[in-house]
Every structure is written in C-alpha cells, then in structure tokens.
C-alpha cells in the first residue's frame, strides 16, 4: 500500500557551489558517512558525475520527507541514507521498518528524484 509520493528537483550547479564552498560542514550535514564516501570516489573519477549524485541525493532526501509526510528538518537530511541495490536501483535507508522506493534522474543541470513510501 502506499502511504506517500514525493518529488524534488535540484539545480546540480547549486549543490556542486555549496559543496565546494562549504565543504565537509556541508557534507556532514547533509549526507551519511557512506555517501560522502560514494560522493568523493565519483568526484574523483569524474566530477560533473560525482555533483550529480551529490544532486540526486539531495533530492531523493526532499523527496522522502515529502512523501513521509515531514517537515525539511524533522529528520536530519544525513540520517536518511540514499543507497543502490546490485542491479544499480536507488534505496532509502532510514534505520526503521520505512520501505521506500526511489527513482533519480539527471538532465540539463538538473537532479530529479521521485520516491514512494509503503
């Protein structure tokens, strides 16, 4: 059954600004230990394709606590971590019984995330 749908779009320009603007405050605050971890590796091999899955798990946060049901800050963005299965689908991991689908996308400058709680 589903309990929420939510969807949010992110200006990967913006996120790859703050990043390098405001560094680990801004990685510590936002992204799991094992995002930042995935996040740096990427940036390190490419990294327009490492802002873009900075972007897309930014979005994919928003997107969750829209589909929850919470507020922005009710859960602390790097407590709700954005993994991907074997085959390469993004996950959410929140630590409790959550189930929760995710889509991310990127075009044009932009990072897209729908995700739906059940």
């Keep these: 059954m589903i309990k929420?749908?939510?969807i949010?779009?992110?200006d990967i320009d913006k996120i790859k600004k703050t990043i390098k603007m405001r560094g680990k405050k801004f990685y510590s605050r936002v992204f799991s230990e094992i995002e930042i971890k995935i996040i740096e590796n990427a940036i390190s091999r490419n990294?327009?394709?490492g802002f873009e899955k900075a972007a897309g798990y930014f979005a994919?946060?928003?997107a969750?606590?829209?589909a929850a049901g919470r507020g922005l800050f009710s859960i602390p963005l790097n407590k709700i971590t954005v993994l991907n299965d074997e085959s390469g689908q993004p996950y959410?991991?929140?630590g409790n019984n959550?189930?929760?689908k995710v889509s991310i996308t990127h075009d044009k400058g932009f990072a897209c995330a729908v995700v739906i709680v059940q």
Excluded: Q, T, Y
């Design 8 to 10: 949010d779009l992110v």
């Design 60 to 62: 994919a946060k928003e």
């Design 4 to 6: 929420g749908i939510g």
């Design 64 to 66: 969750f606590l829209k």
């Design 47 to 49: 990294e327009n394709r």
């Design 92 to 94: 959410i991991e929140l």
């Design 98 to 100: 959550i189930s929760a």
